[in-house]
Nanobody, 131 residues
């Protein structure tokens, strides 16, 4: 059974860096043709795609977040991490880790995402940006 668990601080101060970890169990993050993404949902808004790391370690970012986002992995721990710098209150959201077979692709910098785009989801972790 594949399980994803997000972890990290629930409160981040403005201008600081948000750091989250996704621990995957039940499958290796290096499993062939798999990919692992970070997605968020702000209050009153839909799902927003942040970026992906593939089984081979290739990383893709949404254009909106590329300038201040870093996604990485620790294969020995089967973990995927997210760092989002220079946060503002607008970054307050529930952050999800998600996985799928195949790769999610943005087209012309458009990255509409729905629950059905990924087969595996973590429960999400609330992050509030506030002083």
């Amino acid at each position: 059974q594949v399980q994803l668990q997000e972890s990290g601080p629930g409160l981040v101060q403005p201008s600081q860096t948000l750091s989250l970890t996704c621990t995957v169990s039940g499958v290796s993050i290096e499993n062939k043709d798999s990919s692992w993404a970070w997605i968020r949902q702000s209050p009153g808004k839909g799902l927003e795609y942040i970026g992906t790391i593939t089984d081979r370690g290739a990383i893709y970012y949404s254009a909106r977040f590329k300038r201040r986002t870093s996604i990485a992995r620790t294969t020995s721990q089967n973990q995927v991490t997210l760092q989002l710098s220079a946060v503002t209150p607008e970054d307050t959201a529930v952050y999800y880790c998600a996985g799928r077979e195949g790769y999610y692709i943005c087209i012309n910098d458009k990255c509409p995402v729905s629950e059905s785009d990924f087969g595996f989801w973590g429960q999400g972790t609330q992050v509030t940006v506030s002083s």
